[in-house]
């Protein structure tokens, strides 16, 4: 069902890859919402991804861009704004990626370049991001701008590695960030903390098939998916939350709030019932 949240309003998505992107959904819901918007990925991404299908389902305009490069992010704001044909009301920042992890380094024993990498386009990303759209004044009065974030900003998760200090300093920046535009431009910054998700990215954490079940007996209502997150993220970018600013929210079917669910108490039992060939228990 469309409401037009977004009738009028004009958008950059940064970060849809494919179909189980969480961008690739936003920026559908956008759309639908009566937004229009362009498209920005790295060259790469463009190349290997389905984005070219995306920007002809959308009529939107694809902006290849490496979003840690600030000349590319000038780009992105400058001819969004002349495709567009204004400023900018909202802006999803979509991107996460570690070498580490995908390098199968251990937290104990990371490549420090690795870590700046990670951090680099992980969170330092989206500090480009804004400090361009505000030198540019590319950002609406009133507009609403989002990161993705994961809980594992605020608690240890095995198998998530150096992205959740790329995850924290995302949510430091927002504050910090979000206080400075609220300020100055009543321009509101925000992070949605999700669920785990099968995205192309979320699928290469160690783990997240057990991560995603452990999550999902956890929560009483069950994870959020992809286009549950992208509802969310369209409220926030409407005028229903012009007063939100500077928070993580958590759009996770209540994991955040939860110690320890019978469901998940029953399968830990369950789990630690087992036992090999000697007898001897199983812990993992």
């Not at 069902?1 to 920026?27: H, T």
């Not at 290997?48 to 959308?58: C, N, S, V, Y």
């Not at 680099?120 to 759209?133: E, P, W």
């Not at 369209?234 to 993580?248: A, E, G, H, W, Y």
């Amino acid at each position: 069902m469309n409401y037009n949240l977004l009738k009028g309003k004009r958008g950059i998505v940064f970060g849809a890859l494919n179909e189980q992107s969480i961008a690739w959904k936003v920026a559908e819901r956008a759309v639908e919402e009566g937004a229009i918007i362009t498209l920005s990925n790295t060259p790469v991404a463009v190349r290997m991804g389905d984005t070219d299908e995306l920007g002809k389902k959308l009529n939107a305009e694809i902006l290849p861009a490496d979003a840690t490069n600030v000349e590319d992010l000038e780009m992105v704001f400058t001819k969004s704004m002349e495709i567009l044909g204004g400023k900018i009301d909202f802006v999803l920042h979509s991107i996460g990626m570690s070498p580490n992890v995908r390098k199968k380094r251990t937290y104990d024993d990371l490549d420090y370049n690795l870590l700046d990498k990670t951090l680099d386009i992980s969170a330092v990303s989206f500090h480009k991001m804004l400090q361009t759209g505000k030198k540019l004044d590319a950002i609406a009065e009133g507009g609403s701008v989002l990161a993705l974030t994961y809980v594992a900003a605020q608690r240890s998760f095995v198998g998530y590695n150096d992205m959740a200090d790329a995850k924290a300093l995302l949510e430091s920046i927002t504050r910090s960030f979000g206080y400075i535009y609220g300020r100055e431009k009543n321009v509101r910054i925000n992070t949605i903390s999700q669920s785990p998700t099968m995205t192309t990215a979320g699928s290469g954490i160690k783990g997240m098939a057990d991560l995603y079940d452990f999550a999902n007996r956890m929560s009483p209502i069950g994870n959020a998916d992809a286009d549950d997150c992208a509802d969310y993220c369209i409220v926030m970018f409407s005028d229903l939350t012009r007063k939100v600013t500077m928070q993580n929210l958590y759009n996770d079917g209540g994991f955040s709030s939860m110690g320890m669910s019978l469901r998940a108490m029953k399968q830990y039992t369950n789990g630690c019932d087992e036992k090999d060939d000697d007898g001897n228990i199983i812990y993992g």
